[in-house]
């Protein structure tokens, strides 16, 4: 059964666009504390622009970007932050990988949710 707008498939996107906005956000403050501001800009102002076009449409596509996006930052923030040459604070660390964390789950959520049955 698939709920259509303004039922369950809907919230999943809502909380999926509201946690990739404050995803974004945060890449955006964040960057001006990292070696190159601009990469870390781009990266939010793209994770929160991929949050508002969830938010907006009904399309899997920025779906499934916000999940690529999320991942590489998690997975980042996993293995290459902690071990670069002057590593960020563990709770700098440790907020970005709840942040990302939540994204990728609430992405992979809703993607799951929109599946159409066959």
């Known amino acids: 059964m698939v709920i259509g707008i303004g039922g369950l498939e809907n919230r999943w996107r809502t909380w999926l666009a509201i946690a990739a906005g404050v995803l974004g956000i945060a890449e955006v403050i964040d960057a001006f504390s990292i070696e190159v501001p601009a990469v870390g800009i781009v990266f939010g102002l793209a994770t929160a622009a991929l949050g508002w076009w969830t938010w907006k449409s009904r399309s899997w596509i920025p779906v499934v970007l916000v999940l690529v ?29 709840v942040l990302s964390a939540i994204v ?15």
């Open 69 to 97: 996006l999320s991942a590489f930052e998690l997975v980042s923030v996993i293995f290459v932050y902690p071990n670069s040459a002057d590593p960020p604070p563990a709770w700098r660390l440790a907020i970005f990988a």
């Open 104 to 118: 990728l789950i609430l992405a992979i959520v809703s993607l799951l949710r929109s599946r159409r049955p066959v």
